[in-house]
């Protein structure tokens, strides 16, 4: 019996741990509108659970899943609830499967496009005009209002993307949009914007409105700001994912 019993202990002292659960999710695998999240694990998963965090660093609802078994490699989905008019900041994930193991991801897809009034730059230049500085002054007032909301519970940063209108060579518009986005960014930065400001030109690539080439349309000379996690994937969708540009931290 005292062989058996060691024999046991044995062959409990030599079984595996389980695998460790890694899991992949991006921006374009969330429905914030709908509440739907797409995670894919690294291997079968038997449940999910979620919860929807806000701005204001409380929980806003939650959400529960079980999966079937040979769902590894797949997109699985997970809802939560949450009240009507409010925003996530921070969605935290548990993914365990049926042999125990587990593992915890924190998504944080909060941004803030910063409404404004578009500073338009004349033809080729990237010089900002005295009477646009007037928009720039009423987006400070923005951007250091969603700063003291937001600011306290994570760590913030301005990103800006430049553009230019099509008149010109694509390499050349790429350049100029760049150096607008850096004098809006030190603009911002001059008249009180601590946090960290990271710029990034996008050319004539993803306009606002669509011309033929060479066509001078000053709505196209201008920038986009959003607020967002600092460190994090710069948060533009749509057109900008295409494009592709690469973010620069603006020197100090």
């Given at each position: 019996?005292?062989?058996?019993?060691?024999?046991?202990?044995?062959?409990?002292?030599?079984?595996?741990?389980?695998?460790?659960?890694?899991?992949?999710?991006?921006?374009?695998?969330?429905?914030?509108?709908?509440?739907?999240?797409?995670?894919?694990?690294?291997?079968?998963?038997?449940?999910?659970?979620?919860?929807?965090?806000?701005?204001?660093?409380?929980?806003?609802?939650t959400g529960a899943a079980t999966y079937p078994?040979?769902?590894?490699?797949?997109?699985?989905?997970?809802?939560?609830?949450?009240?009507?008019?409010?925003?996530?900041?921070?969605?935290?994930?548990?993914?365990?499967?049926?042999?125990?193991?587990?593992?915890?991801?924190?998504?944080?897809?909060?941004?803030?496009?910063?409404e404004h009034e578009d500073v338009q730059f004349?033809?080729?230049?990237?010089?900002?005009?005295?009477?646009?500085?007037?928009?720039?002054?009423?987006?400070?007032?923005?951007?250091?209002?969603?700063?003291?909301?937001?600011?306290?519970?994570?760590?913030l940063a301005l990103y800006i993307a430049g553009?230019?209108?099509?008149?010109?060579?694509?390499?050349?518009?790429?350049?100029?949009?760049?150096?607008?986005?850096?004098?809006?960014?030190?603009?911002?930065?001059?008249?009180?914007?601590?946090?960290?400001?990271?710029?990034?030109?996008?050319?004539?690539?993803?306009?606002?409105?669509?011309?033929?080439?060479?066509?001078?349309?000053?709505?196209?000379?201008?920038?986009?700001?959003?607020?967002?996690?600092?460190?994090?994937?710069?948060?533009?969708?749509?057109?900008?994912?295409?494009?592709?540009?690469?973010?620069?931290?603006?020197?100090?």
């Amino acid at each position: 019996m005292r062989c058996a019993v060691l024999v046991l202990l044995v062959a409990r002292v030599a079984l595996a741990a389980p695998a460790p659960i890694k899991v992949a999710y991006d921006l374009a695998h969330l429905d914030l509108d709908h509440h739907v999240l797409q995670f894919k694990p690294s291997r079968a998963v038997a449940e999910a659970s979620i919860t929807a965090i806000g701005e204001d660093g409380a929980e806003l609802g939650t959400g529960a899943a079980t999966y079937p078994p040979g769902a590894a490699g797949s997109w699985l989905a997970i809802t939560w609830t949450q009240p009507a008019d409010t925003r996530v900041m921070m969605l935290r994930l548990r993914v365990a499967a049926a042999d125990g193991a587990a593992t915890n991801v924190e998504l944080v897809p909060w941004s803030v496009a910063i409404e404004h009034e578009d500073v338009q730059f004349r033809t080729d230049s990237a010089v900002i005009d005295a009477d646009e500085t007037q928009k720039l002054d009423a987006s400070l007032a923005q951007i250091d209002a969603t700063t003291r909301r937001v600011g306290k519970l994570m760590k913030l940063a301005l990103y800006i993307a430049g553009h230019t209108d099509t008149v010109g060579p694509s390499a050349k518009n790429r350049t100029l949009s760049l150096a607008r986005a850096v004098a809006i960014g030190g603009y911002l930065r001059d008249h009180g914007v601590a946090l960290p400001i990271v710029v990034a030109g996008f050319g004539e690539d993803v306009p606002k409105a669509r011309t033929p080439d060479n066509t001078d349309a000053r709505v196209n000379r201008r920038a986009d700001y959003v607020l967002g996690p600092a460190g994090g994937t710069p948060p533009f969708r749509g057109a900008y994912l295409k494009a592709r540009a690469s973010w620069k931290p603006l020197p100090r």
